[in-house]
């Protein structure tokens, strides 16, 4: 029998975007530093799931100055709604701003919204802030590009078969003086993947069957700064799997109990496989079918109608496709229940017209308020009776109370309202509809 040999591949992953947190501050001219442009970071909305703010950059000398702003946003999704004159690059946690239409003019200022989405596991921040060199009020000081130091070494680094043609890589996160933007893994010396700050795993594919093969992993920062690598780890696939005629056994034992008017809970015994079972395919007697790994023995089924009588069967199924029998059982879903319209919709309803300067141009938005009535999961705004967008809450339900909707260069009359799911899922009715003349 020959010896199996080691491989090499080269997989490229892509980047991720990533999040922002924001304190609020006060515009204030930094003396000290003399900087010919100054930087300013203010925040009007912050909850653990969404973060609104702006940054304010002002030209103070009587000169055209060009301007790069870099910032890190380590947790949630960054959004640039000052597209139209400003470009934003992501790489990893660190964030770098530059204008579109060339340097800022002599005494004026550049006006940046942004908008930061998060998970409501945490609070969202927006750190080491870097404007040509010099400090952001309102903002912890950056590296910028002259950031020379290193992310720590990745640990814990394991390799393990998934199967005869895929090694699971996984390790514990590096740290940064600023932001770890991503991760190389190596495969018998050579670079396999590529993967974005915020990933600690990932399958390797394409493999022989029964090989060997040695991993390194090294983490890296937006100035290009390099860890060490990790010491080698080795991974071996599983040998190649072998022809499989043999079905499972039939599910003999099967329950059926309905848990509300369109879901019904249902349980069997283990079935057995001379390999192993890999899934169960629950079906509804009505052509409807659910599947599930086959390390279960229970499977909830949704989307059921109410008041209705259901056979269910389980067929157990192995990695070759063979599939055993089934008994069955039935049970019928329980009666609806029906929430009365306007539950929890909002009060205190308010709407008005503001506008900003962005440079020279003037920009409209609406401002928005409103007091929620009971705990809330999101609102739908709606404006001129089109849908505009949602605002997702987290567990600060008394910071869900305003928003303000950008309009961009026009302005006008528009009308506006809102509504909100409630925690049970359900829709409240529409807020009054308000006028706004802008």
Same mark, same amino acid.
């Given at each position: 029998?020959k010896?199996? &040999?080691?491989?090499?591949a080269?997989?490229i992953?892509?980047?991720?975007?990533?999040?922002?947190?924001?304190? $609020?501050?006060?515009f204030?001219?930094?003396?000290?530093?003399?900087? +010919?442009?100054?930087?300013?970071?203010?925040?009007?909305?912050?909850?653990?799931?969404?973060?609104?703010? /702006?940054?304010?950059?002002k030209?103070?000398?009587?000169?055209?100055? !060009?301007?790069?702003?870099?910032?890190?946003?380590?947790?949630?999704?960054?959004?640039?709604?000052s597209?139209?004159?400003?470009?934003?690059?992501i790489?990893?946690?660190?964030?770098?701003?530059?204008?579109?239409?060339? %340097?800022?003019?002599?005494?004026?200022?550049?006006?940046?919204?942004?908008?930061?989405?998060? *998970?409501?596991?945490?609070?969202?921040?927006?750190?080491?802030? !870097?404007?040509?060199?010099?400090s952001?009020?309102?903002?912890?000081?950056?590296?910028?590009?002259?950031?020379?130091e290193k992310?720590?070494?990745?640990?814990?680094?394991t390799?393990?078969?998934?199967?005869?043609?895929?090694?699971?890589?996984?390790?514990?996160?590096?740290?940064?003086?600023?932001?770890?933007?991503? =991760?190389?893994? =190596?495969?018998?010396?050579v670079?396999?993947? #590529?993967?974005?700050?915020?990933?600690?795993m990932? *399958?390797?594919?394409?493999?022989?069957?029964?090989t060997?093969?040695?991993? #390194?992993?090294?983490?890296f920062?937006?100035?290009?700064?390099?860890?060490?690598?990790?010491?080698?780890?080795?991974?071996?696939?599983?040998g190649?799997?072998?022809? !499989?005629?043999?079905?499972?056994?039939?599910?003999?034992?099967?329950?059926?109990?309905?848990?509300?008017?369109?879901?019904? #809970?249902?349980?069997?015994?283990?079935?057995?496989? *001379?390999?192993?079972?890999?899934?169960? &395919?629950?079906?509804d007697?009505?052509?409807?079918?659910?599947t599930?790994?086959?390390?279960?023995? $229970?499977?909830?089924?949704?989307?059921?109608? +109410? #008041?209705?009588?259901?056979?269910?069967?389980?067929?157990? %199924?192995?990695?070759?496709?063979?599939?055993?029998?089934?008994?069955?059982?039935?049970?019928?879903?329980?009666?609806?229940v029906?929430?009365?319209?306007?539950?929890?919709? +909002?009060?205190?309803? &308010?709407?008005?017209?503001?506008? =900003? /300067?962005?440079?020279?141009?003037?920009m409209?938005?609406? /401002?928005?308020?409103?007091?929620? %009535?009971?705990?809330?999961?999101?609102?739908?705004?709606?404006? !001129?009776?089109?849908?505009?967008?949602?605002?997702?809450?987290?567990?600060?339900?008394?910071?869900?109370?305003?928003?303000?909707?950008?309009?961009?260069?026009?302005?006008?009359?528009h009308?506006?309202?809102?509504?909100?799911q409630?925690?049970d899922?359900?829709? $409240? $009715?529409?807020?009054?509809?308000?006028?706004?003349?802008?």
């Amino acid at each position: 029998m020959k010896t199996p &040999t080691k491989r090499r591949a080269a997989i490229i992953a892509g980047a991720a975007v990533l999040a922002v947190a924001i304190p $609020s501050a006060a515009f204030a001219a930094n003396a000290a530093s003399a900087a +010919p442009l100054e930087g300013k970071l203010t925040i009007d909305t912050s909850s653990t799931w969404y973060a609104g703010g /702006q940054f304010v950059l002002k030209n103070t000398t009587t000169d055209k100055q !060009d301007w790069k702003l870099q910032f890190t946003v380590p947790e949630g999704t960054f959004q640039n709604s000052s597209s139209w004159s400003v470009d934003a690059e992501i790489v990893g946690e660190r964030v770098t701003l530059t204008p579109k239409n060339g %340097a800022l003019a002599a005494g004026q200022s550049e006006y940046i919204s942004f908008g930061v989405s998060g *998970n409501g596991s945490g609070a969202i921040s927006v750190e080491g802030c !870097d404007l040509n060199g010099a400090s952001v009020d309102g903002c912890s000081a950056g590296g910028g590009e002259e950031d020379a130091e290193k992310p720590s070494t990745p640990t814990k680094l394991t390799a393990d078969a998934v199967d005869s043609s895929t090694i699971h890589v996984m390790w514990e996160h590096s740290t940064d003086n600023v932001a770890v933007a991503g =991760y190389r893994i =190596y495969q018998d010396g050579v670079l396999a993947k #590529e993967l974005p700050g915020n990933m600690r795993m990932t *399958n390797i594919t394409g493999l022989a069957a029964g090989t060997s093969y040695d991993y #390194e992993v090294e983490a890296f920062d937006a100035a290009g700064n390099l860890s060490d690598r990790t010491d080698v780890v080795t991974g071996t696939t599983a040998g190649a799997p072998v022809e !499989d005629t043999e079905a499972p056994s039939d599910v003999t034992q099967i329950t059926a109990k309905a848990t509300g008017p369109r879901t019904v #809970e249902v349980s069997w015994g283990a079935a057995s496989d *001379n390999i192993g079972v890999s899934s169960y &395919t629950i079906g509804d007697g009505t052509g409807g079918t659910t599947t599930v790994d086959g390390s279960k023995t $229970s499977a909830t089924i949704n989307g059921l109608l +109410p #008041e209705t009588t259901y056979v269910f069967s389980v067929h157990a %199924a192995d990695a070759a496709g063979n599939t055993g029998g089934s008994a069955l059982a039935g049970a019928t879903t329980l009666e609806d229940v029906v929430v009365e319209p306007g539950t929890g919709t +909002p009060t205190n309803f &308010t709407a008005a017209a503001g506008t =900003y /300067q962005d440079g020279s141009t003037t920009m409209h938005r609406l /401002q928005l308020g409103w007091t929620p %009535a009971e705990a809330t999961k999101r609102y739908e705004i709606y404006i !001129d009776g089109v849908y505009a967008q949602t605002l997702l809450i987290g567990s600060d339900q008394a910071a869900a109370q305003k928003r303000n909707v950008e309009l961009g260069t026009e302005g006008g009359t528009h009308t506006v309202k809102l509504r909100a799911q409630l925690s049970d899922g359900s829709w $409240s $009715s529409f807020t009054p509809e308000l006028t706004v003349a802008g």
